[in-house]
């Protein structure tokens, strides 16, 4: 009989840890033992036939929009390969705090103010999810087209991941970015990046013709596209971004750290950097030094559609919560997730004050008084300055961290078939984060 107690101890103790789990979303916040969420899938039987059917065999997969394109941004991991950036160890959880200021947060709309929350449901939006951390703790968090547990694609977002790596690798006296590329990646001795240091690749800045020209297959980016295998391949395409990246021939634009030139071939140079200083693949590197750390709560991926080559230049997959624990990296609350400092105070200062902003102006973007961005850095689009570190993806994803309020937002979108008739999420989000948490911090 006391074996009998004992067993049914042990049993229940299970149950009880198994209900209390840190995968799950309430026991962050509370001791009191919820029962899981029932799953309930995004798409069914027939949804996946049909949707994998529309993809073209004569085109590119990316010049569908709406209902097609939030499909296909949700579900990469079925159209293309992927490889596996880990997890590791206890999900570090998340408290919620709800913060009613933020989804009753009043903005004006087409069709009138609005709540915040009403606009991301209404038909104006396309948000798919936002979620909004504060002091580390969740505020926000809202999926008006999609579960909670799925991956989306962040798209460019996935640019600072190199950039990141390369300043950890930078502060441990492994790169010096002051060098020209070839000093690391002999390959490209005799392509066009030769003489181009690691900081102006870094900065967006090579000077170098290969801006992201998705619409005509002879254009270099879409070269590099087809290379890398998510452009549509064409008897004459490059068989590998490696060995396009070192026969590439391009005009000059500028001299090197002159002016911003936006081009994903850069991240891909700057992911082969770490390959070649780390001696793994880049999605490995990445894990190392980052995704093993941070207590996510699923392994993230990126799309490998050729050669299992990592698109570091986008194609990064993963789940909302976990993109914003990286976000919290930078901000003073990284030990809710991390019991160590991967992001220095060094590097935070170097995206705050670090950045050129005659890159952006002689490449005609607005002056600060106008935009409120001091500068681009090493692969951030823009640092405000309200303190906001921004890092967008195309057709509606991004990462904003605010080291100063402590915040960090994640949001994800995508395009109606009229792309110009919705309303855009990133400046009605950055509307509301400057309401609710003012311009020098809360």
Not at 6 to 22: G, K, T, V
Not at 159 to 173: A, M, N, Q
Not at 241 to 250: G, I, K, L, M, S
Request: proline share 6%; with cysteine.
């Amino acid at each position: 009989m006391k074996r009998a107690n004992i067993i049914s101890a042990l049993l229940a103790a299970l149950l009880i840890s198994a209900c209390s789990s840190p995968d799950s979303p309430a026991a962050a916040s509370t001791d009191v033992v919820v029962p899981p969420v029932e799953f309930m899938p995004a798409s069914t039987v027939a949804k996946v036939q049909s949707q994998m059917r529309k993809l073209p065999s004569d085109d590119i997969w990316w010049t569908v929009n709406g209902e097609d394109m939030a499909w296909n941004f949700k579900n990469l991991h079925q159209i293309f390969p992927t490889v596996n950036v880990y997890r590791n160890g206890p999900v570090r959880a998340l408290t919620r705090r709800p913060m009613k200021e933020i989804a009753e947060y009043m903005i004006d709309t087409p069709e009138g103010q609005m709540s915040f929350e009403s606009f991301i449901e209404s038909d104006q939006s396309t948000t798919m999810g936002v979620v909004v951390l504060h002091h580390g703790d969740i505020v926000f968090e809202r999926y008006p087209r999609m579960h909670e547990y799925e991956k989306p694609v962040y798209w460019s977002t996935a640019k600072i991941f190199t950039s990141t790596v390369i300043r950890i690798l930078e502060e441990r006296g492994q790169i010096d970015v002051s060098r020209p590329i070839e000093t690391y990646i002999p390959e490209l001795a005799e392509s066009s990046f030769a003489g181009t240091s690691v900081r102006h690749i870094l900065d967006m800045a090579s000077g170098l013709d290969c801006s992201d020209e998705y619409e005509s297959r002879d254009s270099c980016y879409y070269r590099y596209s087809m290379a890398i295998g998510d452009g549509f391949r064409t008897e004459n395409a490059p068989d590998n971004p490696y060995e396009f990246a070192a026969t590439y021939e391009a005009s000059r634009l500028a001299p090197p750290g002159e002016k911003f030139s936006y081009s994903g071939l850069n991240t891909f140079i700057l992911g082969w950097l770490v390959e070649k200083v780390t001696d793994m693949p880049f999605q490995d590197a990445f894990t190392k030094e980052i995704w093993y750390h941070i207590g996510a709560e699923a392994d993230a991926s990126y799309i490998a559609p050729r050669y299992g080559i990592a698109v570091t230049h986008g194609g990064f997959i993963s789940r909302m919560r976990d993109l914003a624990r990286f976000g919290l990296l930078f901000t003073p609350s990284y030990t809710v997730v991390s019991d160590s400092k991967i992001i220095s105070d060094s590097h935070i200062d170097l995206l705050r004050n670090g950045g050129d902003p005659m890159l952006r102006i002689n490449a005609g973007l607005p002056r600060v008084a106008e935009s409120g961005v001091k500068h681009n850095v090493y692969q951030w689009d823009e640092i405000y300055t309200n303190d906001t570190f921004y890092k967008g993806g195309w057709a509606g994803q991004g990462l904003a961290v605010n080291p100063t309020r402590d915040t960090v937002a994640v949001f994800t979108s995508y395009f109606k078939d009229d792309e110009h008739s919705e309303v855009r999420l990133e400046p009605k989000l950055f509307e509301v984060l400057d309401g609710v948490f003012g311009n020098q911090g809360n």
